[in-house]
DNA sequence: TTTTTATCAAGAACTATTCTAAATAATAAT
DNA sequence: ATTATTATTTAGAATAGTTCTTGATAAAAA
């Protein structure tokens, strides 16, 4: 982690009355030094290696306060154990269905999801989540070696 | 449920060895009776009043059947439980972040959300998920009233 | 028929997540 | 400084959605 994102983490605003803890920092560390996308208990496992005495229902709690100031994203899929995601940059999820692999993917320049829907008239659009689902290049190929 | 539905209803192919069942009848008609997203317990309680005796792994069973078949749609709302969906037309969800509601919104005449994205060069794609969240229009009134 | 196979029902088991209560630590008030 | 307040952490219990297991049932195949 470089000295410039640590002082990022330090002006994180948990808001009046909340503070920046170190469970705090370093969950949100774990997640910024992650290009895949770890579930709460896979957050747990590393965090686990730098701070022994954190609990996973703290790792619970610091993740629900990072979505909740809005520096971490929440990622579903289907029924499978929550994701976090430290990129905060307007983007999808590619899902491999023959590997369960989860990858981000950029939207095209000036791409706008919400804009391909017709939204009921005088709703207020907040965010969007776009999963595009199939095979990722790596199954594509095996599958068709065989 | 109209005689024309019921029809489409027994041709449904489960696949070689598999069968239509009545379990999976009442559960189809259910989801395709409700404009709502009902959850697998909700659909249960639904079905429960046609057939006493179903259970509630039963409906399990069967909406998994259903997706897996294709024609019924799993929609997964945050740590929400899952809900199906019987419109199978390519539609997005708009969930209401203040009344926790959720609607099928109609996709713009050809568009395709999984154009606005750069996907993986030899990725295939299958599917997508689009959700939008905000305020629905009924929640917007109400906050402006105050 | 008999045999095989798919499905069902009931409840137990599982697992991700949330809750509870007591301990700790940071902040605010005196 | 000392005390009081409040936020946070921890560990484990509790919850809830979903899946699994087992024996029973029913449909299809032989």
Same mark, same amino acid.
């Given at each position: 982690?470089?000295?410039?994102?640590?002082?990022?983490?330090? /002006?994180?605003?948990?808001?009046?009355?909340?503070?920046?803890?170190? /469970?705090?920092?370093?969950?949100?560390?774990?997640?910024?030094?992650?290009?895949?996308?770890?579930?709460?208990?896979? %957050?747990?496992?590393?965090?686990?290696?730098?701070?022994?005495?954190?609990?996973?229902?703290?790792?619970?709690?610091?993740?629900?306060?990072? %979505?909740?100031?809005?520096?971490?994203? /929440?990622?579903? %899929?289907?029924?499978?154990?929550?994701?976090?995601?430290?990129?905060?940059?307007?983007?999808?999820?590619?899902?491999?269905?023959?590997?369960?692999?989860?990858?981000?993917?950029?939207?095209?320049?000036?791409?706008?999801?919400?804009?391909?829907?017709?939204?009921?008239?005088?709703?207020?659009?907040?965010?969007?989540?776009?999963?595009?689902?199939? /095979?990722?290049?790596?199954?594509?190929?095996?599958?068709?070696?065989?």
């Amino acid at each position: 982690m470089s000295q410039n994102n640590n002082k990022i983490i330090e /002006q994180i605003n948990f808001g009046e009355g909340h503070r920046m803890t170190p /469970q705090r920092r370093f969950v949100y560390e774990v997640l910024m030094g992650s290009i895949d996308h770890p579930t709460a208990t896979e %957050v747990f496992i590393r965090v686990k290696d730098k701070m022994d005495s954190i609990s996973l229902a703290t790792v619970y709690n610091c993740l629900d306060a990072l %979505v909740g100031v809005g520096v971490v994203r /929440q990622v579903n %899929v289907d029924r499978e154990p929550s994701r976090y995601c430290g990129n905060l940059e307007p983007h999808a999820h590619f899902h491999c269905e023959t590997c369960a692999s989860v990858m981000d993917v950029d939207l095209k320049e000036g791409a706008d999801p919400s804009n391909s829907v017709k939204l009921p008239r005088g709703a207020k659009v907040e965010k969007f989540e776009l999963a595009v689902r199939g /095979q990722c290049p790596e199954c594509v190929r095996l599958k068709n070696k065989k």
